[in-house]
């Protein structure tokens, strides 16, 4: 059985490198048919009902108990989809080195949603602008996604938005370190989904995804949305899912 990730009071550590961590059994899951990828079944997929189910190995970060949510920081962040020649990309961010959370980790533009926003949504789009200057009016936002309680106690909302035609991209240094994009065929594609476990010092069991792309190492919470993402598109799709092993 695979471990389950640490209590949400365990001490907390990047004194590993998740890129070398030992690979676990990943269940196997069916590839998307191409037309999957493409922004007009993203678009119908959010706009009627699909029941799925988010990633099962991390449900109960989904489904936190009451305790750990009046613990939990409010957070939002947007998955955004850029139509390119070759098909739709996913624009990452790499956070600044000198960031006291999650410093160096790729992630989804994003942050805390504050008393003056809105909604999710609002936060997602706002924080966006702040950290690579994409400005609300360049992000046709298409759904939400379930919210993720992560390991660092942010309940993070994703909010899967389209860039229009005309973006443009000024990172805030203070925070980004880069800002690059993904395939979206790489990331759908589950044979490329690793599983990784690691046994912290505290005696607690982690488990986590990751999706190497070239230079860069997508992780932790992002590989979950990401993989939930995916889970998304197979059952819009009709997949059968085999479920966990």
């Known amino acids: ?58 449900a109960q970060a989904f489904a936190p108990d009451p305790a750990a949510l009046a613990r939990a920081r409010q957070a939002a962040v947007l998955m955004p989809l850029v139509q390119r020649p070759g098909g739709l990309a996913v624009l990452f961010t790499r956070r600044s080195d000198r960031l006291h959370e999650h410093a160096g980790q790729v992630s ?60 443009q991209i000024k990172a805030d240094q203070a925070e980004v370190a880069e800002v690059f994009e993904v395939p979206l065929a790489i990331l759908m594609d589950p044979a490329r989904h690793q599983l990784h476990q690691l046994q912290t010092a505290w005696g607690h069991g982690r488990c986590y995804f990751s999706m190497p792309w070239q230079s860069h190492f997508i992780w932790g919470a992002t590989a979950i949305l990401v993989r939930n993402f995916y889970r998304f598109l197979a059952a819009a799709a009709g997949l059968a899912d085999p479920g966990p092993r």
């Open 108 to 167: 989804f533009p994003g942050g805390r949603i504050e008393t003056s926003d809105p909604d999710a949504v609002a936060a997602a789009l706002r924080e966006t602008g702040e950290e690579i200057g994409i400005a609300p009016q360049f992000v046709q936002v298409m759904g939400l996604q379930p919210t993720l309680l992560t390991t660092t106690r942010f309940l993070m909302t994703p909010v899967v938005g389209e860039l229009l035609p005309g973006f």
């Open 1 to 58: 059985m695979t471990p389950p990730i640490p209590p949400l009071d365990a001490p907390q550590s990047a004194s590993f490198d998740p890129a070398i961590q030992p690979l676990l059994s990943c269940p196997a899951l069916p590839s998307l048919p191409a037309e999957c990828l493409r922004l007009d079944f993203i678009r119908q997929a959010f706009a009627q009902p699909v029941a799925w189910q988010v990633e099962p190995l991390f």
